[in-house]
């Protein structure tokens, strides 16, 4: 029974990985879908930021700002399983593509 | 009364901007927790599929999928009124922390 069960699990194997991997692939879409719908309103709102600063003369970079950012989203990584160092840097990216961003306006 | 409301406008305003500026940071800092709740999902699908991977002597690395992939998220982008560049330069950001991660397995 042992050995009939592992025989069909060694038959069955391949498609059941590819099958399980076009599985995966299609959550990793879906999330990727929705980071992207998210990072569209996130640079909605840091363009209205810039607008806002340069209409009222604030500072273009608030570093203390981006320390209170940094140290949250740390702990939010930490919180949901994901590597903080990671968290920062992809935090930095961000940023850096919004400076871009306002640099261009 | 133009000339009293252009005063009391401008009264108002740095306090108005700084409400404003509160209130989208709070929103950019509502949509990077959701960001890096979806990234945290991501990497787990991706170590699933690394694992997946390996058991069944599949390669690592697979070149076609990465071009269906930018192709998509630059789609996505563009409907989304988000730089399609920089939606590419975000999934290979991310594409290289899973390599990362799979290579420290």
Same mark, same amino acid.
């Given at each position: 029974m042992t050995s009939d069960l592992s025989t069909r699990q060694d038959d069955a194997a391949p498609q059941d990985a590819h099958s399980r991997l076009l599985e995966l692939r299609a959550s990793i879409d879906n999330l990727d879908s929705a980071v992207v719908h998210l990072l569209a309103e996130r640079f909605k709102c840091t363009r209205q930021v810039g607008r806002l600063k340069a209409e009222h003369g604030m500072p273009a970079v608030d570093s203390d700002r981006e320390v209170v950012q940094i140290r949250? *989203?740390?702990?939010?990584?930490? /919180?949901?399983?994901?590597?903080?160092?990671?968290?920062?840097?992809? *935090?930095?990216?961000?940023?850096? /593509?919004?400076?871009?961003?306002?640099?261009s306006l």
């Open positions: 949250r *989203l740390r702990l939010l990584a930490e /919180e949901s399983h994901l590597d903080p160092e990671f968290a920062e840097k992809f *935090l930095t990216f961000i940023i850096d /593509e919004v400076v871009r961003n306002h640099r």
